[in-house]
């Protein structure tokens, strides 16, 4: 009973966990798109009706996306490659880094809803946090410019910075979270990369050789695409977005 109880009060204190660092999310998202849109002059709300309505349908096609996942050949199983960001990234780049933080978390939602959970939600937070650590930077550094450079040049420091982060936050956080909660002791997750690797034979080799990797290869791509997909999505985008902030009317873009 005593195990019982434990494992519940564990749980529920991640869950709080998930909960604060997704409002510390929005809250950073919040913040910036507020400060460059103050700027700017764009007195456009961060939240439209229209923009809500879109955010819905990206997470609908961001879910989509999550539940075809590809394994690598250089990570664990529990390690699988999603192109679920491709979507996050286009909303984020139309309509700001709020909408980006909103359309991961439904994204999440829904994937909870109709598929639940395999990993005791850490892979869920992992998911969602990691997703933002590539959302946020990129988004709020086009949001202060938006050319083709400048998305090229977020798009590789998302990459960077989701990279850096994932790559720590897993070492730091989710894996003793996983091994925690799901009652897996971590050296036979070590093992399970040992297996496929031999160099990885702790945490921090796990995370070098396995996540660093991945995300780069998650990032890449998802910018790649992103960079094809969004130069035909953007007029469609900006004429149901409705008008374009001030400054980017006066100069003609």
Not at 144 to 159: D, F, L, Y
């Amino acid at each position: 009973m005593n195990g019982f109880m434990q494992s519940v009060t564990e749980n529920l204190i991640f869950v709080l966990e998930f909960l604060g660092i997704v409002l510390v999310m929005f809250a950073v998202a919040y913040g910036a798109e507020r400060r460059v849109k103050k700027i700017s002059g764009d007195t456009e709300r961060i939240l439209s009706t229209r923009k809500i309505a879109l955010i819905g349908v990206f997470s609908a096609i961001a879910f989509l996306l999550m539940l075809l996942e590809f394994p690598v050949p250089f990570a664990p199983a529990f390690y699988e490659l999603d192109f679920s960001e491709i979507p996050v990234l286009v909303g984020a780049f139309a309509f700001g880094p709020v909408a980006g933080v909103m359309i991961e978390f439904c994204k999440i939602l829904l994937k909870l809803v109709f598929k639940g959970t395999t990993t005791a939600f850490v892979g869920d937070l992992a998911n969602f946090v990691i997703g933002c650590s590539f959302i946020l930077p990129a988004s709020i550094l086009y949001l202060n410019k938006k050319t083709k450079k400048v998305a090229m040049i977020s798009s590789i420091t998302g990459t960077a910075c989701m990279t850096v982060f994932g790559t720590a936050f897993n070492a730091i956080y989710l894996l003793p979270k996983f091994a925690q909660l799901y009652g897996m002791p971590l050296d036979a997750i070590i093992g399970m990369g040992t297996a496929i690797n031999p160099a990885i034979n702790s945490v921090a080799t796990l995370v070098i050789f396995a996540v660093a990797p991945l995300n780069v290869l998650k990032g890449g791509s998802v910018s790649f695409i992103t960079m094809l997909v969004y130069k035909k999505l953007s007029p469609i985008l900006k004429e149901s977005h409705g008008r374009m902030p001030v400054r980017q009317a006066a100069e003609g873009k």
